[in-house]
């Protein structure tokens, strides 16, 4: 059975930091596109970090640049999602998601690119 599981979801007060992992089961990670992806309530899911499965190629929306970085250990089968400085507006569920296919890159961090999803981390940014 495929799945994806993340981890590592919680509170954490504003310029705080946390590490979500997102482990694969049932597939190998090495060639598929991964995405992490984020709603808030009442918004529209947003991508906020991707790896292109071709050239490993990785993306940031413009309000985490400089602050997520996203990588992957295929060893582990796993990749991760570091956020720093977080910020009250990071509050969302974090999602992974992962596809096989080769996605164009002005597609890379678009929701339904993808066909695996994990199950969703809470993460709250609150003082």
């Known amino acids: 059975q495929v799945q994806l599981v993340e981890s590592g979801g919680g509170l954490v007060q504003p310029g705080g930091s946390l590490r979500l992992s997102c482990a694969a089961r049932?597939?190998?990670?090495?060639?598929?596109?991964i995405a992490w992806f984020r709603q808030a309530p009442g918004k529209e899911r947003e991508g906020v970090s991707c790896i292109s499965s071709s050239d490993g190629s990785t993306y940031y929306a413009d309000s985490v640049k400089g602050r997520f970085t996203i990588s992957r250990d295929n060893a582990k089968n796993t990749v991760y999602l570091q956020m720093n400085s977080l910020k009250p507006e990071d509050t969302a569920v974090y999602y992974c998601?992962?596809?096989?296919?080769?996605?164009?890159?002005?597609?890379?961090?678009?929701?339904?690119?993808?066909?695996?999803w994990g199950q969703g981390t809470q993460v709250t940014v609150s003082s």
């Open positions: 998601a992962a596809d096989r296919t080769i996605i164009p890159r002005f597609r890379l961090c678009v929701p339904d690119s993808y066909d695996y």
């Open positions: 049932g597939f190998t990670l090495d060639y598929y596109a």
